[in-house]
């Protein structure tokens, strides 16, 4: 072979890999298709040579990004037969929470036309991490200052337990009250029992003042059965007693804050609970006089201000399921307790909850159809015997929003003293 020909094979050879390395490493496609230019605030690490999705299905390239003025340009070249709607969303999504990300395209409607070579669209930016950390910490800081800084949600707070410190003071002083009315009438069982056992004693004797009275046999027979359902009735008297106070109750007073909007949520509830069968009942009253956060006319209104909430629930160490009115409609609450073996207070009292309600929804509230149920997820955990924090994202299947939760529960034992009371007299 001559050294020409070796010269020009060499000289081909070279060719052919710069021509495939400008191909593979370059702006340069031979694809067909058409270029459409997408402008962001921020792309937020979304790469040159990225792939473009619609509906999941890869349909081109981001050829290029550059700044152009106070926004980012993106160059995108779309595959050829693609058809793509003006009205369409370009947004950045990520493959997982630690993969690529690439650019999504929400398909819109036939009305609005077809995207044609060179079109501008605007893309949705979306909030960086910091960005979305920055938020939520200063979420953090106006829900916190609200409370310690002698806020409004702090004057409410510290007004409702005021009233619930007078409303338990009441309702000791009727107890005590009361106090010597219950014992001199347990009193008076216990002598009526006793008396009973004494009548039936000289009854039954062959001698006595009774034996000469009673010699009428049907009389005695007579009396002997009323004596004994009067000793009958006085047991049943001292076995309901005792089952009464098996019975514990408990104040509850929940809290949620929204920082988008500002909104707040209380709730104020009594638990009666049974430490023989593992179930209580809950009744009480949702969002609890909370007008400031309505709309002027809040007839549909998911939210509207002192909402029944009754509940049965089913409770062990590791959780509990309640069901019933869950805040004015149809539905159930789920807490899971897996860290429970654990130690200290707040691993150990670490929850997982769901609350699943209004299952059936279906109506305009603001101007907006809501037809998917009220859907909410979060954790929450001890501080004190007493406190409880958490965090959960409320109504996930229509308008997810972020919202941090407080709690405060006490137990009532002069409460359960008057409400086994009541029952008795009835």
Known sequence: ???ETK???FTFFG???LGFSV??????TVSKGFDVKVYFKNVSGLPA???VKLSGVDVGKVKELKIDGVRVLAEVRINDGVIIYKNSKFTIAATSLIGSNYLQIDQGTPDSGILREGDIIEGISALSITDMLGETMAAVREFTGSVYDNGRFGRELGETLTNLR????NLNQLVMSLKPYLSSSMQDVSELTRASKDLMAKIDGSDGLFTSLLEDRQMKEDVKDTLANVKQISE??????GKMAKFRMFWLYDARWQPNGGLYENDLFVRIVSNNNLTYYQAGIANLGNRDNMPADDKDYRGKPNQIDARLGFYNQWGDLAVGMIRGSGGAVLQLKPFYALSPRFIKTFALYGEFTDLGRNRDINGRLFDKPYLSFGVKTDITKNVNIGVRADDVAELPSLQFTAGISFEDKELASLLGLATLAK
Not at 166 to 169: E, R
């Open 23 to 28: 191909y593979m490493l370059g702006n340069f």
């Open 15 to 17: 060719l052919v890999i």
């Open 49 to 51: 040579k990225s792939n």
């Open 166 to 169: 007078q409303l338990s003071g």
């Open 7 to 9: 010269v020009g094979l």
């Open 1 to 3: 072979m001559s050294a």
């Open 236 to 241: 049943d008297a001292k076995k309901f007693i």
